[in-house]
């Protein structure tokens, strides 16, 4: 049989360009938890991914603790607007 974890494409996750460190939930997890009936705080809870993403990687994976991958990207932040509208909100 099969394990779980390869039954479905792991998680991507997209970071800010500056960030060096991550905190996500496993889909997979959460989906175990729901299907085994387990308490929303207890999916949760075993389903928290946390670590250090090192600034100069524009990629990499992080495992939850039953092993399933979630793809950590950098993603570019996006060009600045082109031209000026007014219902655009201003910050001074």
């Known amino acids: 049989m099969t394990p779980a974890r390869n039954s479905r494409e792991p998680n991507t ?8 460190a991550f905190s996500c939930l496993c889909e997979q ?3 175990a ?3 085994g009936g387990a308490t929303f705080a207890d999916a949760l ?3 928290s991914v946390r670590g ?3 600034a100069e990687s ?10 399933h991958e979630s793809v950590l990207r950098r993603v570019e932040r ?3 607007l082109r031209r000026h509208d007014e219902r655009q909100m201003q910050l001074a």
């Open 13 to 20: 996750v997209w970071l800010a360009p500056s960030a060096t």
């Open 29 to 31: 997890c959460l989906d």
């Open 45 to 47: 809870a075993g389903a």
């Open 78 to 80: 996006p060009l600045g």
């Open 52 to 54: 250090a993403f090192a």
């Open 33 to 35: 938890a729901r299907v």
């Open 58 to 67: 524009a990629v990499t994976v992080a495992r939850c603790a039953a092993g």
